[in-house]
């Protein structure tokens, strides 16, 4: 499986996990996440307990989510990223996000530490 294959799967898995399942918020990133994970998106700072945090009142606010991975590298445990999200909202708006991320994975797969940042697109 392509990397660019891999990493929109996991992405899109919990994104679907995390926002659309009954599953407890926090079990579902214990799956995707190490427990001492950092991540740092457009200079913010997230550990485990901001991303629960963001995650609730984003369970309200959307309907769906289309990942689409355009490139992708991996070096062991090492992968970087340039992949689109288009979100929508329960109202039906569309908003498209590109995303360039840089991240360290533990040897089982989940997000070790994150470096990203982000921009909202153009409305087509």
């Known amino acids: ?39 740092v998106s457009d200079g913010i700072t997230i550990d485990r307990a901001r991303l629960i945090k963001h995650i609730r009142p984003v369970r ?20 970087s990223a340039r992949y689109t999200i288009r979100a929508t909202t ?3 708006q569309t908003i498209d996000t590109e995303i360039f991320m840089f991240a360290d994975l533990t ?9 990203q940042i982000t921009r909202t697109l153009p409305a087509e």
């Open 1 to 39: 499986m392509s990397t660019e294959k891999l990493l929109e799967d996991m992405l899109s898995s919990f994104n679907d996990e995390a926002l659309f399942s009954e599953d407890e918020t926090g079990s579902v990133i214990d799956r995707y996440y190490a427990p001492d994970f950092v991540e």
């Open 90 to 92: 329960k109202t039906g």
């Open 60 to 79: 309200k606010q959307f309907a769906g989510a289309e990942f689409k991975v355009q490139q992708a590298l991996r070096d062991g445990d090492h992968v």
């Open 107 to 115: 040897p089982d797969g989940r997000f070790q530490r994150v470096d």
